[in-house]
């Protein structure tokens, strides 16, 4: 994706308040000096538009619709995307509970997926790439095929090479370091906010 669209994505969620400063506990325990909450993108129609074609454009140019059976959105925050990425595109949509119901089918998989099927599935933002992963093995569990992974933000801290592992690709809109960069450029950030988040990417890495 060029500069420019960085940019613009950066200012969105400047604008949005989805980018926040502090000290943070992640999903995985972990304490982090800065937190990405795209759950409050939905609630600004214009940004949600915006962000759903900035994943469009990941899709088209690094995964290709046509090897899209279905698209699969990971709860909570990857839903909103998913499904709209899903109706705009007439493909299928299912999503992927973290735990199988205790009732009924007793499946983690909402949504019909037949075996063979080619699933892509969306996410808001990957960081070690557990959730993602977890999702692919429910998947694939069931018969489906999961070969690409989308988020909008990857914070480079291992999700990539995670999934790389179990023969997944993640495409992301943006990374975390150029994110950083686009913010600071705009002066959103400081430098010394800058530093930090390279150096929790850094330190995750290491």
Request: proline share 4%; glycine share 8%; charged share 30%.
């Amino acid at each position: 994706m060029v500069d420019e669209s960085r940019v613009e994505l950066a200012r969105l969620m400047l604008k949005t308040g989805a980018v926040k400063f502090g000290v943070f506990t992640l999903t995985s325990g972990k304490l982090s000096p800065y937190y990405v909450d795209l759950r409050v993108i939905p609630s600004y129609p214009s940004a949600l538009r915006r962000v759903v074609d900035m994943y469009q454009k990941v899709i088209e140019e690094n995964v290709g619709l046509h090897v899209v059976d279905r698209v699969a959105g990971v709860p909570v925050a990857g839903i909103p995307f998913a499904s709209i990425v899903a109706y705009n595109n007439l493909k299928p949509f299912l999503y992927v509970r973290k735990e199988a119901k205790p009732h009924g089918r007793e499946r983690r998989i909402e949504g019909v997926l037949k075996p063979g099927d080619r699933v892509l599935i969306v996410d808001d933002l990957a960081t070690t790439g557990k959730s993602s992963l977890s999702a692919v093995e429910a998947i694939q569990a069931e018969g489906g095929v999961v070969e690409h992974v989308v988020v909008l933000v990857d914070r480079e801290e291992g999700a990539a090479e995670a999934l790389a592992e179990r023969g997944v690709r993640l495409h992301a809109v943006t990374g975390v370091g150029d994110l950083a960069d686009r913010l600071f450029e705009i002066g959103a950030i400081t430098e010394e906010q800058r530093r930090e988040i390279l150096a929790q990417r850094a330190r995750k890495k290491a």
